[in-house]
């Protein structure tokens, strides 16, 4: 997976390149690049692995920097198939080193594409399917690149954007796409492309998304579209402030500034979709799904996204009566599909870009089913293929783990089941009740962000353990799972989770004095069955963390013990999230582990 950030104007391109880059961080890398070329076709290239801060180093100290360059590629790459290289770095480039290339996802087809250009004597010095795209390109090319490309794109198998420099014609930067994310972001006198609106904000007002396989040309930040080799011409769209690129502010790391905002996600994702004052639902998007002829969901999701759709299962059982089943979306992709008319199939991303969401999307639509996007990026692919869509209005999530975009999934999945609920019978004094609790829980929720000092303690102690099960009961089942998700992402420690109940049905032979088991024990839900599985636990000398609902403690059972508020069991998913999400951080910290940038993993998954 790689991320592109590309410039096009009359001044030096090097400080937009690399500002480009670091508003792309957040989605994940392992080495980094920028190109830039001068008017007269001279090249320069500086390449980095690891930070863009390494990048940005060489950069500073590269004395061609302030040179006379009006375009540049930057690019950061997430090593999928081939190693963390300089040498598998992009660009790649032609045998005659006219073009060069820069490439986003994956070619299925590059083997056979590479031994018919062996066949014709082309040698290779990377193991990227990018360099057979140069090399392509330089066998295809009849003086015409536009055509060349096109020619190109019919033989490429599967998902690429792809940005081609010909070194010949400096001033110019042609684009194209098929499948993978490309925005066209423009100002008076430059042009900007990036696989993500976020990286635009700072320097365009308007933008264009581009539609697969159409090129884009950008010569003196004019652009031109083709569509099938014919100039096509359509309106921008405008950038608003939720594109904004966030700042840290004084939190030590981005992923603590996001679980902050949580509570704040409430009053921007439900001001437009409840009216608190006379606790109603007002939503038009719900209120059209109320004139299909539904009476079962199927939700698609994958990671905490997932996890969020688990949860609702509950509520649309419980409140709506209606059946609802949750698939990873990986699994639905090669699953047999069994359309069923009566049936909304909901898409559930953060990003909106996830690789095997975005397939699903695409199965359900080729037999013309009722597709319902759920997600945060304004304009990103699964809004823009769904029939109905709803965004979580959580603002942007910087760095890698998801967080307060979750608390923004959750809010819209219980205003879905409460909204289907009162189509069937749903009593109106229950969804005032909810309603009311709703807005009191972003109250309770704030008042959980201080009290910090309980869990570093805890933090220092527990971080010496390698090994955790979370322990969960009915609707807490999914809570239980993102926070043993967050643990083993930001800290690489062991985590399991486990139905108290099921603990005797294998796992309890893992529980011992080392094994540190976090029950999740909340008034309302199943507490006193729940409490007996935890007494099991005890009984083999294991040390407790008690998450339990405030002045509901049972000394004898716990360890340590973390106090959560009192809220009713539809809410309760919501309650453990704050304080197991800052203790995950705060043994990340002990153990000095970057937070924002967990080993290994990218914020948008954009390959299977
Ligand atoms: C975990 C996390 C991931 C994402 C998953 C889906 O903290 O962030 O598990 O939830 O990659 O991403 P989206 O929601 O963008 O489809």
């Keep these: 997976m790689c991320w592109i950030f590309a410039y096009n104007w009359n001044k030096n391109s090097i400080p937009f390149l690399v500002e480009?880059?670091?508003?792309?961080?957040?989605?994940?890398?392992?080495?980094?690049?920028?190109?830039?070329?001068?008017k007269g076709g001279k090249i320069f290239l500086e390449k980095a692995v690891w930070k863009v801060s390494n990048l940005a180093g060489k950069v500073e100290l590269n004395k061609n920097k302030d040179k006379d360059y009006n375009s540049g590629i930057a690019h950061t790459r997430w090593a999928t198939h081939w190693g963390v290289t300089e040498k598998n770095t992009h660009p790649h480039y032609s045998s005659n080193k006219?073009?060069?290339?820069?490439?986003?996802?994956?070619?299925?087809?590059?083997?056979?594409?590479?031994?018919?250009?062996?066949?014709?004597?082309?040698?290779?010095?990377?193991?990227?399917?990018?360099?057979?795209?140069?090399?392509?390109?330089?066998?295809?090319?009849?003086?015409?690149?536009?055509?060349?490309?096109?020619?190109?794109?019919?033989?490429?198998?599967?998902?690429?954007?792809?940005?081609?420099?010909?070194?010949?014609?400096?001033?110019?930067?042609?684009?194209?796409?098929f499948w993978s994310p490309m925005i066209l972001g423009i100002d008076t006198q430059a042009c900007f492309l990036s696989s993500d609106i976020?990286?635009?904000?700072?320097?365009?007002?308007?933008?264009?998304?581009?539609e697969d396989k159409e090129i884009v040309v950008l010569k003196n930040w004019k652009h031109k579209?083709?569509?099938?080799?014919?100039?096509?011409?359509?309106?921008?769209?405008k950038i608003t402030e939720d594109f904004q690129i966030a700042t840290k502010w004084d939190f030590e790391t981005f992923t603590e500034k996001e679980i902050y905002e949580a509570p704040e996600v409430l009053l921007n994702c439900l001001k437009w979709r409840i009216n608190f004052e006379n606790k109603t639902i007002t939503n038009e998007t719900l209120a059209e799904l109320w004139e299909l002829d539904i009476e079962r969901i199927e939700i698609i999701a994958s990671g905490s996204s997932y996890f969020a759709w688990v949860t609702s299962s509950y509520w649309f059982r419980?409140?709506?009566?209606?059946?609802?089943?949750?698939?990873?979306?990986?699994?639905?992709l090669y699953d047999t599909f069994l359309p069923n008319k009566k049936t909304l199939y909901v898409f559930i991303s953060q990003s909106g870009e996830t690789a095997d969401v975005r397939e699903s999307v695409r199965i359900v639509k080729e037999k013309w089913w009722i597709t319902f996007g759920l997600v945060n990026v304004v304009g990103s692919t699964v809004a823009r293929m769904c029939d109905y869509w709803l965004y979580t209005h959580s603002w942007i999530e910087i760095w890698v783990a998801s967080t307060k975009n979750i608390i923004g999934q959750l809010w819209v999945l219980l205003l879905m089941s409460l909204s289907f609920g009162k189509k069937r019978n749903l009593q109106i004094s229950k969804i005032r009740e909810i309603i009311w609790e709703i807005w009191e829980l972003n109250i309770l929720m704030k008042s959980q962000l201080w009290n910090t000092k309980n869990i570093k303690k805890l933090a220092k102690k527990y971080s010496k353990y390698k090994n955790f099960f979370f322990l969960w009961r009915n609707l807490l089942y999914w809570t239980a799972e993102e926070c043993s998700l967050k643990l083993k992402e930001l800290t690489y420690l062991h985590s399991e989770c486990y139905s108290t109940w099921e603990l005797k049905h294998g796992p309890l032979a893992l529980v011992w004095p080392d094994f540190p088991c976090i029950a999740?024990?909340?008034?309302?839900?199943?507490?006193?069955?729940?409490?007996?599985?935890?007494?099991?636990?005890?009984?083999?000398?294991?040390?407790?963390?008690?998450?339990?609902t405030k002045w509901d403690k049972n000394e004898e059972l716990y360890d340590d013990i973390i106090e959560v508020p009192e809220v009713s069991h539809i809410l309760a998913p919501f309650i453990p999230l704050i304080p197991m999400w800052s203790f995950a951080v705060e043994i990340a910290k002990e153990l000095w582990k970057d937070v924002d940038k967990p080993q290994n993993l990218a914020k948008s998954v954009t390959v299977e």
């Design 520 to 548: 999740l024990n909340l008034k309302w839900v199943l507490k006193s069955k729940t409490v007996s599985n935890i007494k099991e636990v005890k009984a083999r000398n294991t040390t407790v963390l008690w998450v339990v």
């Design 318 to 332: 419980e409140l709506a009566w209606m059946p609802c089943l949750v698939t990873i979306s990986s699994e639905f």
């Design 225 to 237: 579209i083709f569509s099938l080799w014919k100039e096509i011409f359509r309106n921008s769209e």
């Design 98 to 177: 006219r073009f060069f290339v820069v490439h986003n996802w994956i070619i299925e087809n590059y083997a056979e594409l590479k031994k018919d250009l062996i066949k014709k004597w082309y040698e290779f010095y990377s193991e990227t399917d990018t360099e057979i795209i140069a090399k392509l390109i330089e066998d295809l090319f009849d003086w015409n690149l536009i055509e060349t490309i096109s020619k190109l794109t019919q033989k490429l198998v599967w998902a690429y954007a792809l940005g081609i420099i010909d070194t010949e014609n400096p001033d110019v930067l042609i684009w194209t796409k």
């Design 20 to 38: 480009g880059l670091t508003n792309l961080e957040y989605r994940g890398y392992d080495s980094a690049w920028v190109f830039w070329i001068t």
């Design 198 to 210: 976020n990286a635009l904000s700072q320097n365009c007002k308007e933008f264009f998304i581009l």
